[in-house]
């Protein structure tokens, strides 16, 4: 194998001393054999030294779009419909980084009550390393490939150009 198209500065860590060729992805096997991917190691989030997953929150977002949660006796807040949700690291003085959501909502939801419930139902259901403390940001649409993979790169980007 040559490398990558034009990326020659790739090119010098993709593959091992042991020949494994480095894809970037994180995965695991089963007991059976079966390889998963979960993730791409470079959308890691590294809050205070612990890994979070982006995917592992969006999941839990996605997830509650059709639940109810009670989070104090007198409230229960129901999730609005969510269309689309994407996780970034943001940089954080102390912490290193911390997850920062951006959610496209169905028309008619209401802002305020869907930033309110994303951040109680994470709080509630993940560990404080996990917890949403760059914020949640309400966008119209999320940047996407061509084949309809949401590009965390743009979002750090737009993050980083305020």
């Known amino acids: 194998m040559l490398g990558y198209f034009n990326m020659a500065e790739d090119d010098e860590n993709l593959i091992d001393e042991h020949r494994w060729l480095r894809t970037g992805d994180l995965l695991y096997y089963d007991e059976d054999g079966f390889y998963y991917v979960v993730?791409?190691?470079?959308?890691?989030?590294?809050?205070?030294?612990?890994?979070?997953s982006p995917s592992e929150l969006v999941s839990l977002v996605e997830f509650c779009k059709s639940h109810e949660f009670d989070f104090d006796e007198?409230?229960?807040?129901?999730?609005?419909?969510?269309r689309e949700a994407a996780v970034i690291g943001i940089d954080h003085p102390e912490s290193g980084q911390v997850p920062k959501a951006f959610i496209v909502l169905q028309d008619g939801v209401d802002e305020e009550a869907a930033v309110l419930s994303i951040r109680a139902l994470v709080n509630e259901k993940l560990?404080?390393?996990?917890?949403?403390?760059?914020?949640?940001?309400?966008?119209?649409?999320?940047?996407?490939?061509?084949?309809?993979?949401?590009?965390r790169s743009e979002l750090r980007k737009r993050f980083a150009s305020r």
Request: charge should be positive; proline fraction near 6%.
């Open 39 to 52: 993730d791409r190691v470079k959308d890691l989030i590294k809050v205070n030294g612990v890994q979070v």
């Open 127 to 151: 560990a404080p390393v996990k917890q949403l403390r760059g914020g949640v940001e309400v966008c119209t649409e999320l940047p996407k490939t061509s084949s309809g993979k949401v590009k």
């Open 74 to 82: 007198d409230v229960i807040l129901t999730h609005p419909s969510v």
